[in-house]
């Protein structure tokens, strides 16, 4: 069984920089799971309508299935923020997971999705990212992180948590 990292949480709490980040350090693959959305589902988020459990479970599928693939290891960009999607992540898989969820304000959360060019996702869905996210129970593997420390500082506590 592989190792693999997800790098969770709502839009603009940096998962991909992070994801992108851990993944370099440790020579892994990186997944970007915006990539593994189906057209529908950017389509939906692009019109400002949250996605719901049935919209969610093809891209969880793709990005559990690119995460199985990777040989080595892999580092994904995820959101997974119900445990019933992490625990879908894990079962489909067939890897050992650690998630990751750096946390920030509201409003710093606010500041950096308005601030992307070219992304599907609006500020308005933020708050219903918000208001579904469950963080990790004290019975996953998982690192919570500071989403405001430096990226390198962020990335050295991932790495020590693989390696410990």
Known sequence: MSQAIVVMGVSGCGKSTLAAG?????GWA??????????ANVA????GIPLDDMDRHPFLCAVA???AAAPTGAVAACSA???SYRDMLRARADATLLFVLPQL????LLAR???RSNHFMPTSLLDSQLATLEPPDQ???AVVLDGTDPIERQIAAVVAAVNS
């Open 139 to 141: 019975d996953e593997a």
């Open 105 to 108: 304000s509201r409003d710093i």
């Open 22 to 26: 851990i993944a370099r350090k440790l």
């Open 81 to 83: 923020l119900k445990r």
């Open 44 to 47: 939906k988020m692009a019109r």
């Open 30 to 39: 990186f997944v970007e799971g915006d990539d593994c959305h189906p057209a």
């Open 113 to 115: 999705v308005g601030c």
């Open 65 to 67: 299935d690119r995460l």
